[in-house]
């Protein structure tokens, strides 16, 4: 089986795991916690776009070994995927809650996908994310949004693009740059908008929640955690695992909750400044700070790892 057929399967059964938990667990079942929002065929299309734009970059790469799909990377899909499930329920069934236009947590276990990819390659990445997000979502009972889904997978997926590079060194600082521009287009957007209102759920078992902008601090985090990966760039310079797995990491998470932001454009209908400040920020700052933190000790353990098995 080529590498071309099996990443088509990998793609085809996290499709047919989303339809298969929104479809006939959510209304087929009429499961609560299975069901999505509104405009659900619009949530599949973003799916499948994001589908094709992993076609579109094995299209152009295909030689890489990054592309390799045995046993162990299927292994290692299972695995991520469970881990991150079971860690975003954790942390999303809790009170971490911050101020967005959608149900937003702090999310530490988005460090899985992206170390995962890094380690593991781009389609164990992607499957991390995407069906792991997935069936933590389903676990959480706050409802499925797929295209959320499929954004993490995209997290997990860019993160894995590192493997495409033999020397791990070249293309580092470009990846740097692109999400510093990044950063700061996102960013300015909060400046020119920072009073947009957001729904803060504070008791969210009772209904109950009110309206409030996002924090400066929330603003700025996107910012923040770039500046914490320039650090980690720093001090771990002669790392290169390090800092590679955490650079990739963070274009993926801006990428990955990018897209997945901006698709509620034209599922939810916001305007612009309401996905990049009410969605993105509160989602993707968070997450890049943990990134600058957590993929380090991922990184070190696996390692540590790696070195007592003789690997």
């Known amino acids: 089986m080529s590498n071309f057929t099996k ?50 970059v094995y299209y152009f790469t295909q030689d ?4 390799v799909i045995g046993t162990r990377e299927v292994v290692y899909m299972g695995i991520g995927a469970a881990l991150y499930a079971v860690l975003s329920y954790l942390f999303n069934g809790t009170v971490f809650f911050v101020p967005s236009v959608s149900q937003v947590a702090l999310r530490p276990a988005i460090v899985i996908p992206m170390f995962f990819g890094y380690a593991f390659g781009p389609v ?29 997978g995209l997290v997990g997926f860019v993160a894995g693009l590192a493997m495409l590079i033999a020397d791990k060194r070249k293309g580092l600082n470009t990846v740097l740059i692109a999400g510093g521009v990044l950063a700061l287009i996102f960013t300015l957007m909060y400046v020119f ?12 078992e009772e209904g109950i929640f009110g309206d409030q902008p996002i924090t400066l601090f929330a603003g700025m985090s996107v910012v923040v ?32 909750i990018g897209f ?52």
């Open 7 to 56: 990443l088509v399967l990998a793609l085809v059964v996290t499709l047919v795991i989303f339809l298969g938990l929104v479809w006939i667990g959510g209304s087929v079942l009429n499961i609560e916690r299975l069901q999505t929002g509104e405009n659900p065929v619009l949530r599949f299309v973003f799916v499948i776009i994001g589908l094709l734009v992993v076609l579109a």
């Open 64 to 67: 890489s070994r990054a592309w």
């Open 124 to 152: 164990v990445g992607f499957f991390t994310g995407a069906v792991g997000n997935m069936f933590g979502d389903a676990l959480t009972g706050f409802g499925l949004f797929p295209q959320w889904s499929l954004g993490n």
């Open 193 to 204: 908008n920072p009073a947009i209102p957001n729904t803060l759920f504070f008791l969210p």
């Open 225 to 256: 955690g770039f500046i914490l990966v320039l650090l980690v760039r720093l001090v771990f310079g002669s790392n290169i695992d390090v800092t590679a797995a955490v650079t990739w990491g963070m274009l993926g998470n801006l990428l990955g």
């Open 260 to 311: 997945a932001a901006i698709s509620d454009i034209w599922i939810n209908g916001y305007s612009p400044a309401v996905a990049i400040v009410g969605e993105f920020l509160p989602a993707a700052g968070p997450n890049l700070i943990f990134a600058a933190i957590l993929v380090p000790l991922l990184v070190g353990a696996y390692a540590a790892v790696g070195r007592q098995s003789g690997r």
